[in-house]
């Protein structure tokens, strides 16, 4: 409320943005209210939260976890508590005359562990659930995060390869700045992705699913990315594999969150037999009647090492062969065709088709499909003719077909495959005769 000489005063703002005020004197109202105006004591102020401020931020313990205790191999946690400097929550407030200030779940918070041995872990807030909702859909899909897009991925892609993937978008100083695990759901895969690195391209441009480079969108548009954080509140989980005593700290891009680490302390988790060893001379031999003994060190679970490999290279397009065939054998002469061992049925100058010449080859054992094309508006095979024969089926670089009578074979076009030329040798142990070779 407002006050004027302890008497309230009345405004309203017009709309051509010009305020009205009340004026009284001697008691008496000498203006009066413009009919736009609907006059009240009180006014309404919508004040919202500022930058965020790491220092001013908070940190508490998430309901059944602890900040100060941990289990070796069971996941724990705590909530960031996004805060500006005046300690207001960052909920993601906005106004009609001022701009949104963060939406509550885009603030980053990077999380360094450091154990006994100077092993230092990381992971962050900046953590993303993938899912998707009909995995029986198969073909390739990519992400998109910090204004770069990922190479293609399949469906049914491993944690570990995306993870590969995703690293390689931004250069990176760290070797796993990413962390991916892939849950399967009620028959649907579901990845659970964490950045550790990149976290301020990641702010402003969160991970998006997208159409694979084909431009084919059947597996993206089965996908949605949502987060955990919101309403200024951060959870951030993690799990450590060696006991003794960790220092936890909570960054801000270099600033430390709350002005404090804190000191957590790990200890031995379930046992496991996996993990665990036996030894001694009881489990290899003894004599009866006599005491054997042998000992067993029992350990907890252990976390099991995943190295990845990501092999690259220029993509080589199959290049289809084509092979020319030029006729000059004379009207009514018939000739075959030979090609890797295989001959054709007979084909007639001035009587064959085309299509007549396509199905002779295509039947050959060692052919799949060819398309034959003949320059002209006939169909028939003349002499003088000039045929070209594409081979779809046979990639790379083929032996030219022979021809029974003298017609003309060349390459046109030379085949080309993404794939090394198939090389076959066999050895003969005989003094004398001779052998067949065939190929198929």
């Known amino acids: 409320s407002i006050s004027l000489n302890g008497d309230l005063v009345k405004y309203c703002v017009g709309p051509s943005g010009e305020r009205w005020h009340s004026r009284e004197y001697d008691g008496v109202a000498v203006y009066s209210a413009p009919s736009f105006c609907s006059v009240d004591d009180s006014i309404s102020l919508n004040v919202i939260h500022r930058e965020m401020h790491a220092m001013s931020s908070t940190i508490v313990e998430e309901e059944g976890t602890s900040l100060n205790t941990a289990i070796v191999g069971v996941q724990t946690g705590f909530i960031v508590q996004s805060r500006d400097k005046f300690g207001n929550l960052r909920s993601g407030s906005s106004t009609s005359n001022i701009e949104e200030s963060g939406d509550g779940k885009s603030d980053a918070f990077l999380v360094s562990i450091v154990g006994p041995s100077g092993h230092e872990t990381l992971t962050s807030s900046a953590m993303q659930i993938l899912s998707c909702h009909d995995s029986s859909i198969s073909g390739y899909f990519r992400l998109s995060y910090g204004g770069k897009v990922s190479d293609d991925m399949p469906h049914d892609v491993s944690d570990s390869a995306m993870q590969v993937v995703l690293m390689s978008m931004h250069e990176s100083g760290s070797n796993s700045s990413v962390e991916v695990r892939r849950l399967t759901v009620e028959g649907n895969y579901r990845w659970h992705i964490t950045f550790t690195d990149h976290l301020d391209l990641w702010s402003q441009d969160s991970l998006k699913a997208v159409p694979g480079s084909e431009g084919f969108g059947a597996v993206s548009n089965t996908m949605s990315v949502s987060m955990e954080a919101s309403g200024g509140l951060y959870p951030v989980r993690y799990t450590l594999w060696e006991k003794g005593?960790?220092?936890?700290?909570?960054?801000?891009?270099?600033?430390?969150?709350?002005?404090?680490?804190?000191?957590?302390?790990?200890?031995?988790?379930?046992?496991?037999?996996?993990?665990?060893?036996?030894f001694g001379e009881g489990l290899m031999s003894g004599v009866a009647g006599d005491e054997l003994s042998f000992e067993v060190v029992v350990r907890d679970q252990r976390q099991s090492e995943v190295q990845s490999i990501k092999a690259s290279g220029p993509i080589i397009e199959f290049v289809n062969e084509v092979q020319r065939l030029s006729i000059v054998a004379n009207s009514g002469e018939s000739f075959q065709i030979d090609f890797r061992g295989e001959t054709s049925e007979h084909i007639t100058v001035g009587l064959s088709t085309v299509e007549e010449l396509e199905m002779a080859l295509e039947k050959l054992a060692t052919i799949g499909q060819v398309s034959v094309t003949l320059d002209g508006s006939s169909t028939v095979i003349q002499k003088g003719d000039v045929l070209d024969i594409e081979f779809l089926t046979e990639h790379g670089s083929l032996t030219l077909i022979s021809s029974s009578v003298q017609n003309i074979v060349s390459k046109l076009l030379e085949g080309e495959a993404p794939f090394r030329a198939e090389r076959q040798s066999f050895s003969c142990n005989a003094d004398g005769g001779y052998v067949i070779l065939s190929f198929n």
């Open 245 to 278: 005593i960790y220092e936890l700290s909570v960054f801000s891009g270099t600033t430390l969150v709350s002005d404090s680490s804190y000191t957590v302390e790990v200890g031995n988790g379930s046992p496991q037999a996996s993990s665990s060893t036996a």
